[in-house]
């Protein structure tokens, strides 16, 4: 071969598509993926892995010492809470953009401690998802160097000559999710993390089903897709069926003269104003309780998704907690949101509980309206609180909930309509992985079409 011919491979390598799972695939949480085209990168996704990041920042030892945890991208890294960038290091001044698929901490918790890393990318999103970021660096008072891009549910954007991203809109549990498209001359990567196919949501559309088939049968090359539920054979209900359920618990059950008490998910906007409209129709009094609360329904009324503001009181600081339900007036006319579903000590409802912040009556209602998180740590607080409330004779309403996450035959779906000829399972731990590929080859898929990828694990396409 001559100097030329091996330029040209070269060039080519150079101009072949790659993928690089940087967290989450070896574990679920800090979601983050590396997609690479000739000199060009985008990162999908910064998530944080929850589990870790809590026992990271709540060591009590350290507490006893008097000392700070060290918030820095390194030490964060080493503690497994965020995606180790260090894995795609030479790479970093090729990155053009960081797309965050949507508001979840999982997703877009590392953004504060990370983005600051990659100097030429801006940190899009759609408007609810820039929204819930911008009030986190606010309440963390941290500054980011990379510009904010807000874009709409479904639109379409260059980050160099060769790349260009599509958000098409998507359903979850927080509001303007968007599944990501990759379009590169080498074909497009599909990032459908976090989804469910929700055809009567109860805030915002249904899936663009028609953007999706045209992807399709353009062809997609690779599909990343979250398969957490792959061992659930059936198909995710309709956030409709929650509120069905929340309407059943709230207007079936008499709770005259009992005060009622709901905890779910801060940032799950559709819940929470299923949650608010049902206690006005109660007549009640709605009061939003605990931190987060702020945080998400600001962003919601900030991204013009919903003004729950104008419906509710919120207290928003733990300080002003205790002066609140010190003096609060006629608690069985009022309908209390409240943070702590997962029972997590210092949140509001164990507080309620256990610090004797509310004062319990018999007969006083407490729903769940989520699932227990199945971690060992979850379950053990859960059935302490359950415990307690029942020794105070509190009637308790669990599971009151419907998941944002895709099960099998959702999977099966949209398998069908983007058609991809590689599919990469992820956001799940192996066993469910594997599901994925079996359901993969129902579908005439070859066991080897289905590439289970490992953090730092690159394929090149
Ligand atoms: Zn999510």
Redesign the pocket.
């Known amino acids: 071969m001559n100097k030329t011919d091996y330029r040209l491979i070269e060039v080519k390598n150079k101009m072949k598509l790659e993928i690089i799972p940087i967290g989450g695939f070896s574990e679920v949480g800090r979601n983050s993926t590396l997609v690479k085209y000739g000199d060009d990168a985008v990162i999908l996704d910064l998530g944080l892995h929850m589990d870790n990041y809590i026992a990271y920042t709540d060591d009590d030892e350290r507490d006893d010492l008097g000392e700070k945890p060290d918030m820095s991208a390194e030490a964060l890294m080493k503690a497994g809470a965020v995606p180790d960038i260090n894995q795609i290091k030479e790479l970093i001044p090729k990155v053009k953009a960081i797309c965050i698929s949507?508001a979840?901490l999982?997703?877009l918790g590392a953004v504060p401690f990370l983005a600051n890393k990659f100097p030429n990318a801006g940190i899009h999103g759609t408007k609810y998802t820039i929204e819930v970021l911008k009030q986190m660096l606010i309440s963390d008072r941290t500054r980011l160097k990379n510009k904010f891009h807000a874009h709409n549910e479904s639109s379409r954007f260059k980050i160099s000559k060769d790349m260009s991203i599509e958000f098409v809109r998507m359903t979850?549990?927080?509001p303007q999710?968007a599944s990501i498209m990759v379009h590169t001359p080498e074909g497009t990567v599909a990032y459908v993390?976090?989804f469910k196919l929700d055809n009567a949501p109860v805030l915002g559309e249904k899936p663009d089903y028609q953007r999706l088939t045209e992807i399709g049968k353009k062809g997609v090359k690779v599909l990343i897709m979250d398969t957490l539920y792959a061992h659930k054979n059936s198909k995710t209900p309709s956030e409709s069926i929650a509120r069905e359920m929340l309407k059943d618990v709230l207007l079936g059950v008499n709770s005259k003269g009992n005060a009622i008490v709901v905890t779910t998910f801060a940032s799950h906007i559709a819940r929470l104003n299923t949650i608010i409209d049902l206690g006005r129709k109660l007549k009640r009094r709605v009061i939003l309780i605990g931190r987060s609360f702020d945080k998400y329904v600001t962003a919601a009324k900030k991204a013009g998704v919903a003004d729950l503001t104008r419906k509710v009181e919120m207290v928003k600081y733990g300080s002003q907690v205790k002066k609140y339900f010190g003096k609060v007036k006629n608690p069985e006319k009022c309908l209390f949101v409240v943070t702590g579903h997962q029972a997590e000590p210092g949140s509001i409802l164990p507080r309620m509980v256990f610090s004797h912040l509310f004062k319990f009556k018999e007969e006083d209602n407490v729903i769940f309206s989520c699932s227990v998180i199945p971690v060992e740590s979850n379950v053990r607080n859960r059935e302490r609180l359950d415990a307690e409330l029942k020794k105070m004779k509190v009637r308790i309403f669990t599971d009151v909930h419907v998941s944002?996450?895709a099960y099998r035959e959702d999977h099966r779906e949209m398998i069908k309509l983007l058609r991809p000829k590689i599919i990469i399972p992820t956001h799940a731990p192996a066993e469910k992985l594997a599901l994925t590929r079996e359901l993969a080859m129902e579908l005439g898929y070859k066991s080897e079409d289905v590439k289970i990828l490992k953090n730092g694990e690159r394929i090149t396409l």
């Open positions: 949507h979840h999982d997703h979850h549990s927080v999710t993390l976090d944002g996450h």
